[in-house]
C-alpha cells in the first residue's frame, strides 16, 4: 500500500517537473524573435574574406540586418540587437577595407584601400540579391575583384 | 500520560514532508519565479527608461532655457577647422563661403562641446566656470584642441581636467551600464572623461560619405549628403554650423513639436560619447535607428557605422523634441519618416502622430 503511493506520488511529481519544464522551455520559445537566420561565408575571387561588414536590406523597405565578417570570412546576421531576421528578399551589400592608420592626435582611424570593390557597398550597384526563407539560410556571397583597382586610385580617405 | 504517549506517534503519521513532496512544491516555486521574474525585471527596466525620459526632458529644457537668454542654441566649437576656407555646399554643388564666425576667431579650436554651454541651466555653474579656462582664456592667444593622457590645450588643458571626468547622472541612461567615465573616448585615449548619453540630432548627414567609407549608412540611399565632414551644412540642430551660425528657433521651420533636437545613445556602442567635449555630443538619423554594431571590437574600426541613435530600452529609442516634449521611437520606425523628423528645415510633411 506505502508502496505504491510512493510510486504514485513519485511519478506525478515527475510529471509536473516535466510540465514546469516544459511550460519554461514554451515561455522562452514564445520570446524569441525573428523567423529567419541566416549565416555562411563571404569569398573574394575563391578566396575568404577576413575583414568586413555585410548588409541584408529588404527590397521592399523595412529593417536592415548586419553582419561582420569574421576572420575565416564568416557572417551570421543580426537586426539590430536581435539575432536572425524576416523573411523575404533582400538587396545585400558587402564593404571590405583595409585597417586604416592610426591617429597620432587620438582620432578615429580613416578606412584604409577597399578590398572588395566599392560597387558592392551600396544596395543599389551591388547587384547581390537573395532570398532568405523561414528557418535557418546558408548564404554564400562570392564576390569578383574585378574593377578594384580603378575605386582605390580614384578616392582616397581624406578628412 | 495517555497523550503524552500518543504524541510520538502522531508526529510520526503527520508531521514529517517527504521528499517528492518538497521536490514538488519546489517545482512549483520554480515555475512560479519563471513566471515572475520577467515580469519584475520588465517592470524595473520600465522604471529606468521613466528615468531616462526624466533626464533627457531636463537636458532639453535647459536647451530651450538657454534659447530664451541667448536666442539661439548651444553650440560645439569644432576641434580641427579651416578658418576662411569653410563653406556652405549648395543643392546645386556651388559653394558659399561661410562668413567670419561671430562666436570663434582663427586660432580658437578648442573643442567645447554643446552641453558645456548649458551646464549653467543644469544647475553645474561651479563647473562651467571652472571649464572655463578650456574655451575662454583671456590671457592664451592658441587655444586649438589637444589632449593626451598628460599633456593638451583648449578644452584638453590639464587645469580643467578635474572637471572632464565629473559624470552628471542627468547625463547618465540607467539602462547603459557602459555610461561611466572612461578612457577610451576618442580623442582623449589615455585620458578618464565623462561621457554622455544624450547627443544632439545633427540632421541626416550621411556620416563617412565624404571620404567615401563604404560603410553601411555611408551613402544617398541612407542620409544627406554633403556631410559634416565636407561643409558646414548639417540639417538637423547641433554640430558643425554652429561656430557660425547657431540655429535659433525662428529657422527650425519643420516646427518644434516635428524636430527632433535631443536623443538616446549606448556609449560602448559609440566611442564618440564624450560629454564636453565637440566631437563626442553629436550623432546622425542617417542609420537606421538603434542599429547596434553586431560585433563590440568593430566599433573601433567601423566607427562611422554607428554615429546614430539607440537604447538598451527594449525596442525604442527616445528623443526629445525641439519644444522640450520627449517622445517615444519604435525602432521599426520607417527610415524616411526617422529622417524627415531629423531635418529643422526639410519641408517635410513628418509629425510623430503617424
Same mark, same amino acid.
Given at each position: 500500500?506505502?508502496?505504491?503511493?510512493?510510486?504514485?506520488e513519485? @511519478?506525478?511529481s515527475?510529471?509536473?517537473?516535466?510540465?514546469?519544464?516544459?511550460?519554461?522551455?514554451?515561455?522562452? =520559445?514564445?520570446?524569441?524573435?525573428?523567423?529567419?537566420?541566416?549565416?555562411?561565408? =563571404?569569398?573574394?575571387?575563391?578566396?575568404? %574574406?577576413?575583414?568586413?561588414? =555585410?548588409?541584408?536590406?529588404?527590397?521592399?523597405?523595412?529593417?536592415?540586418?548586419?553582419?561582420?565578417?569574421?576572420?575565416?570570412?564568416?557572417?551570421? &546576421?543580426?537586426? @539590430?540587437?536581435?539575432?536572425? &531576421?524576416?523573411?523575404?528578399?533582400?538587396?545585400?551589400? =558587402?564593404?571590405?577595407?583595409?585597417?586604416?592608420?592610426?591617429?597620432?592626435?587620438?582620432?578615429?582611424?580613416?578606412?584604409?584601400?577597399?578590398?572588395?570593390?566599392?560597387?558592392?557597398?551600396?544596395?543599389?550597384?551591388?547587384?547581390?540579391?537573395? @532570398?532568405?526563407?523561414?528557418?535557418?539560410?546558408?548564404?554564400?556571397?562570392? %564576390?569578383?575583384?574585378?574593377? %578594384?583597382?580603378?575605386?582605390?586610385?580614384?578616392?582616397?580617405?581624406?578628412? | 500520560?495517555?497523550?503524552?504517549?500518543? /504524541?510520538?506517534?502522531?508526529?510520526?503519521?503527520?508531521?514529517a514532508f517527504t521528499l517528492v513532496e518538497l521536490l514538488v512544491v519546489i517545482a512549483i516555486i520554480?515555475? $512560479?519565479?519563471?513566471?515572475?521574474?520577467?515580469?519584475?525585471?520588465?517592470?524595473?527596466?520600465?522604471?529606468?527608461?521613466?528615468?531616462?525620459?526624466?533626464?533627457?526632458?531636463?537636458?532639453?529644457?535647459?536647451?530651450?532655457?538657454?534659447?530664451?537668454?541667448?536666442?539661439?542654441?548651444?553650440?560645439?566649437?569644432?576641434?580641427?577647422?579651416?578658418?576662411?576656407?569653410?563653406?556652405?555646399?549648395?543643392?546645386?554643388?556651388?559653394?558659399?563661403?561661410?562668413?567670419?564666425?561671430?562666436?570663434?576667431?582663427?586660432?580658437?579650436?578648442?573643442?567645447?562641446?554643446?552641453?558645456?554651454?548649458? /551646464?549653467?541651466?543644469?544647475?553645474?555653474?561651479?563647473?562651467?566656470?571652472?571649464?572655463?579656462?578650456?574655451?575662454?582664456?583671456?590671457?592664451?592667444?592658441?587655444?586649438?584642441? /589637444?589632449?593626451?593622457?598628460?599633456?593638451?590645450?583648449?578644452?584638453?588643458?590639464?587645469?580643467?581636467?578635474?572637471?572632464?571626468?565629473?559624470?552628471?547622472?542627468?547625463?547618465?541612461?540607467? #539602462?547603459?551600464?557602459?555610461?561611466?567615465?572612461?578612457?577610451?573616448?576618442?580623442?582623449?585615449?589615455?585620458?578618464?572623461?565623462?561621457?554622455?548619453?544624450?547627443?544632439?540630432?545633427?540632421?541626416?548627414?550621411?556620416?563617412?560619405?565624404?571620404?567615401?567609407?563604404?560603410?553601411?549608412?555611408?551613402?544617398?540611399?541612407?542620409? #544627406?549628403?554633403?556631410?559634416?565632414?565636407?561643409?558646414?551644412?548639417?540639417?538637423?540642430?547641433?554640430?558643425?554650423?554652429?561656430?557660425?551660425?547657431?540655429?535659433?528657433?525662428?529657422?527650425?521651420?519643420?516646427?518644434?513639436?516635428?524636430? $527632433?533636437?535631443?536623443?538616446?545613445?549606448?556609449?560602448?556602442?559609440?566611442?564618440?560619447?564624450?560629454?564636453?567635449?565637440?566631437?563626442?555630443?553629436?550623432?546622425?538619423?542617417?542609420?537606421?535607428?538603434?542599429?547596434?554594431?553586431?560585433?563590440?571590437?568593430?566599433?573601433?574600426?567601423?566607427?562611422?557605422?554607428?554615429?546614430?541613435?539607440?537604447?538598451?530600452?527594449?525596442?525604442?529609442?527616445?528623443?526629445?523634441?525641439?519644444?522640450?516634449?520627449?517622445?517615444?521611437?519604435?525602432?521599426?520606425?520607417?527610415?524616411?519618416?526617422?529622417?524627415? /523628423?531629423?531635418?529643422?528645415?526639410?519641408?517635410?510633411?513628418?509629425?510623430?502622430?503617424?
Amino acid at each position: 500500500m506505502s508502496f505504491t503511493r510512493m510510486q504514485f506520488e513519485r @511519478n506525478s511529481s515527475f510529471g509536473l517537473v516535466k510540465l514546469s519544464t516544459l511550460l519554461t522551455l514554451l515561455f522562452l =520559445v514564445g520570446c524569441g524573435g525573428k523567423p529567419a537566420s541566416v549565416s555562411g561565408v =563571404v569569398t573574394l575571387d575563391g578566396g575568404p %574574406l577576413e575583414r568586413g561588414t =555585410v548588409g541584408f536590406a529588404p527590397t521592399g523597405g523595412g529593417m536592415r540586418a548586419a553582419g561582420i565578417i569574421q576572420s575565416d570570412g564568416s557572417y551570421t &546576421l543580426k537586426t @539590430n540587437r536581435e539575432k536572425g &531576421l524576416e523573411v523575404g528578399d533582400y538587396l545585400v551589400t =558587402v564593404a571590405s577595407r583595409e585597417p586604416g592608420a592610426e591617429d597620432p592626435n587620438g582620432g578615429p582611424p580613416m578606412p584604409g584601400p577597399y578590398i572588395t570593390p566599392r560597387h558592392y557597398a551600396i544596395a543599389k550597384t551591388s547587384g547581390l540579391q537573395f @532570398n532568405v526563407e523561414k528557418g535557418s539560410n546558408t548564404i554564400n556571397i562570392e %564576390l569578383s575583384s574585378e574593377g %578594384l583597382e580603378a575605386d582605390n586610385k580614384s578616392k582616397r580617405g581624406r578628412r | 500520560m495517555q497523550e503524552s504517549r500518543n /504524541l510520538p506517534r502522531r508526529r510520526k503519521l503527520f508531521s514529517a514532508f517527504t521528499l517528492v513532496e518538497l521536490l514538488v512544491v519546489i517545482a512549483i516555486i520554480g515555475v $512560479l519565479v519563471a513566471l515572475l521574474l520577467p515580469a519584475v525585471q520588465a517592470a524595473r527596466e520600465a522604471a529606468r527608461r521613466i528615468q531616462c525620459s526624466n533626464n533627457m526632458k531636463n537636458v532639453a529644457l535647459a536647451v530651450v532655457n538657454y534659447h530664451d537668454v541667448k536666442r539661439h542654441l548651444p553650440f560645439d566649437i569644432n576641434w580641427s577647422t579651416n578658418f576662411g576656407g569653410e563653406y556652405y555646399l549648395q543643392a546645386d554643388g556651388s559653394k558659399d563661403p561661410a562668413s567670419p564666425s561671430k562666436y570663434v576667431s582663427g586660432r580658437n579650436r578648442n573643442g567645447k562641446g554643446w552641453i558645456v554651454d548649458i /551646464l549653467p541651466q543644469l544647475e553645474q555653474q561651479a563647473m562651467y566656470d571652472g571649464m572655463k579656462l578650456g574655451f575662454d582664456d583671456p590671457s592664451k592667444k592658441i587655444m586649438d584642441f /589637444l589632449a593626451r593622457a598628460n599633456n593638451g590645450s583648449g578644452m584638453g588643458r590639464m587645469d580643467v581636467r578635474e572637471f572632464m571626468d565629473n559624470q552628471l547622472s542627468v547625463l547618465t541612461c540607467p #539602462s547603459d551600464p557602459s555610461a561611466v567615465p572612461r578612457d577610451d573616448m576618442w580623442w582623449w585615449t589615455g585620458a578618464t572623461v565623462a561621457v554622455t548619453s544624450y547627443k544632439g540630432v545633427a540632421g541626416d548627414t550621411a556620416v563617412g560619405k565624404a571620404f567615401d567609407a563604404g560603410g553601411l549608412w555611408s551613402n544617398e540611399d541612407w542620409g #544627406s549628403i554633403p556631410d559634416r565632414f565636407e561643409s558646414l551644412g548639417c540639417n538637423g540642430l547641433f554640430w558643425k554650423f554652429g561656430y557660425y551660425d547657431p540655429i535659433n528657433f525662428r529657422q527650425i521651420s519643420d516646427g518644434l513639436s516635428n524636430t $527632433l533636437m535631443i536623443g538616446e545613445s549606448v556609449v560602448e556602442q559609440d566611442l564618440h560619447s564624450m560629454a564636453y567635449f565637440s566631437d563626442g555630443d553629436w550623432a546622425s538619423c542617417n542609420m537606421q535607428l538603434n542599429y547596434f554594431m553586431p560585433n563590440l571590437e568593430n566599433v573601433k574600426i567601423d566607427w562611422y557605422d554607428v554615429r546614430g541613435f539607440r537604447s538598451l530600452h527594449p525596442g525604442v529609442v527616445q528623443f526629445a523634441m525641439a519644444d522640450a516634449s520627449v517622445q517615444v521611437l519604435n525602432e521599426g520606425i520607417d527610415h524616411d519618416i526617422y529622417r524627415a /523628423l531629423s531635418t529643422r528645415d526639410g519641408g517635410e510633411v513628418a509629425g510623430l502622430d503617424f
